[in-house]
T-cell receptor, first 109, second 112 residues
Framework: DVKVTQSSRYLVKRTGEKVFLECVQD?????MFWYRQDPGLGLRLIYFSYDVKMKEKGDIPEGYSVSREKKERFSLILESASTNQTSMYLC????????FGPGTRLTVT | RKEVEQDPGPFNVPEGATVAFNCTYSNSASQSFFWYRQDCRKEPKLLMSVYSSGNEDGRFTAQLNRASQYISLLIRDSKLSDSATYLCVVNMRDNYGQNFVFGPGTRLSVLP
């Protein structure tokens, strides 16, 4: 069974803070993705990675960066959190179909 | 035009009903297709892949029409536990090989 874990289920941060969201998968998948999900907007791709140290911008990369130092771990970084980054963040790992982590609900106050 | 469009819903149906969801996609080069299910405040989970010949898994039937760029999901004999949001997902090839695009989802409520 594929397992994708995310470091936190709920997170509350202040405006301007640097935020790290961690995602780990245990199936040796090469492809990993970060999405955010907002009511009425569906899932939107922030960044993805096809290999270690490789990253590509998705549809809404502004305000975010990522890191993939090890194959199993894909981190999403909010350099300076803003209130419009309050959202549900979902990480996915992919081989064939995508497998999602449980999500991190981030609130920026 | 959005890349993947779905019936807006919500669909409210009684237990035992048959319900069908539709999805259209814009990129004719799309390679693979999926239906995901997402429960409230949970992550999306794969319900079934969609094959060109159509496929069935118990009460669920998925069909693909490449010529019309259309995917459907049919649920027979609806159960209360089928209540969820159903996401149509299309894998559109791009320069990097793959690009998963999610539809906005259709919410289903099965009522007792």
């Amino acid at each position: 069974d594929v397992k994708v874990t995310q470091s936190s289920r709920y997170l509350v941060k202040r405006t301007g803070e640097k935020v790290f969201l961690e995602c780990v998968q245990d199936m040796d998948h090469e492809n990993m993705f970060w999405y955010r999900q907002d009511p009425g907007l569906g899932l939107r791709l922030i960044y993805f990675s096809y290999d270690v140290k490789m990253k590509e911008k998705g549809d809404i990369p502004e305000g975010y960066s990522v890191s993939r130092e090890k194959k199993e771990r894909f981190s999403l970084i909010l350099e300076s959190a803003s209130t419009n980054q309050t959202s549900m963040y979902l990480c996915a790992s992919q081989l064939g179909e995508q497998y999602f982590g449980p999500g991190t609900r981030l609130t920026v106050t | 035009r959005k890349e993947v469009e779905q019936d807006p819903g919500p669909f409210n149906v009684p237990e035992g009903a048959t319900v069908a969801f539709n999805c259209t996609y814009s990129n004719s080069a799309s390679q693979s297709f999926f239906w995901y299910r997402q429960d409230c405040r949970k992550e999306p989970k794969l319900l079934m892949s969609v094959y060109s010949s159509g496929n069935e898994d118990g009460r669920f039937t998925a069909q693909l029409n490449r010529a019309s760029q259309y995917i459907s999901l049919l649920i027979r004999d609806s159960k209360l536990s089928d209540s969820a949001t159903y996401l149509c997902v299309v894998n559109m090839r791009d320069n990097y090989g793959q690009n998963f695009v999610f539809g906005p989802g259709t919410r289903l409520s099965v009522l007792p």
